[in-house]
């Protein structure tokens, strides 16, 4: 599932857009929430792109199988890879198979240059040959091949991410959502045990309002929190502050007034981190020290 973590860069990435292009709060909403709901479609289409590897492999299996003069290796083909228990868990999963059947866009054909190139380098590593060649057979061995062949190969696969970006321009920001989602994925398969359900993306109602009314409220008193911003800038001039710094600073500040039960340290640790991803590389000083100011002013626990 999406955690508080994520919902909160969904947040401060709907409000710098907003900033940038005033619309209304609810189509705001409306908008943060169909791109909340897209992270699951890049979750499904890359668990479906390790589906159209394994079908090249056994493809290409098929394929030599068929030759009129084979080789040893064609005759008597290692399964090993296409019999992966993890691989033919992803594959067997119900949910992702209905998911693919309603929403036929994230299928990938086998003969898509970016299936057979990544095919082809996963075949040719170190990794995948001792794999291949290891007279282990267990689940747990199975697994942890997956798990680190897909960061290799899925996650860091920056060809990949340049498609993604250009089929869908909110997904260059989600990727690493749906890679974690992936990995959990991965790492929650049991033996004997089938996978029906995917990760949700929003995990309950109480999320789902957490994501709502910290995008509400913050765009909704905007003016009011930025002067209380403005009041904790010391010889700094607002017009000075970034968009996105202030983005996240206004961000934070309306969670520390909205949800008081939530610890100013466990507030101020998130919009941190969001400032590593979002901002440059001294922002993240910055953005503790006002946030820890106004936390003490405020008495904040």
Do not use: C
Request: hydrophobic fraction near 40%.
């Amino acid at each position: 599932m999406v955690g508080r973590r994520q919902l909160r860069e969904k947040v401060v990435q709907t409000l710098y857009a907003y900033q940038q292009n005033p619309k209304s709060v609810d189509v705001v909403l409306k908008n943060m929430m169909k791109e909340i709901s897209k992270i699951y479609d890049l979750y499904v289409y890359e668990l479906n792109f390790l589906v159209a590897i394994h079908q090249l492999a056994e493809e290409q299996i098929e394929i030599g199988k068929r030759k009129y003069i084979k080789s040893e290796e064609e005759a008597n083909p290692n399964l090993k890879f296409v019999e992966n228990k993890i691989l033919l868990q992803i594959i067997e999963n119900d949910e992702r198979g209905e998911y693919t059947a309603s929403n036929k866009q994230l299928m990938w054909d086998t003969n898509d240059d970016l299936v057979v190139k990544t095919y082809q380098r996963i075949k040719a590593g170190k990794r995948y040959k001792d794999y291949m060649e290891s007279a282990e057979s267990s689940f747990e061995d199975d697994q942890k091949f997956i798990g680190k062949l897909f960061l290799r190969y899925v996650a860091e696969n920056e060809d990949l991410h340049d498609f993604l970006e250009g089929k869908e321009m909110a997904w260059a920001d989600d990727i690493h959502i749906a890679n974690s989602l992936i990995q959990k994925t991965i790492g929650f398969m049991k033996p004997e045990q089938e996978t029906h359900t995917l990760i949700k993306i929003i995990k309950n109602y109480d999320d789902e309002s957490f994501a709502k009314t910290l995008l509400a409220q913050t765009a909704l008193n905007w003016d009011h929190t930025e002067k209380k911003l403005e009041e904790r800038l010391q010889n700094w001039d607002l017009e000075r502050v970034s968009l996105m710094d202030k983005v996240i600073l206004i961000t934070a500040l309306s969670e520390m007034d909205e949800f008081k039960l939530t610890p100013s340290s466990i507030i101020i640790n998130e919009y941190i981190e969001i400032a590593k991803v979002y901002s440059s590389d001294k922002s993240n000083v910055f953005i503790n020290g006002i946030l820890d100011k106004y936390a003490k002013d405020n008495s904040r626990i």
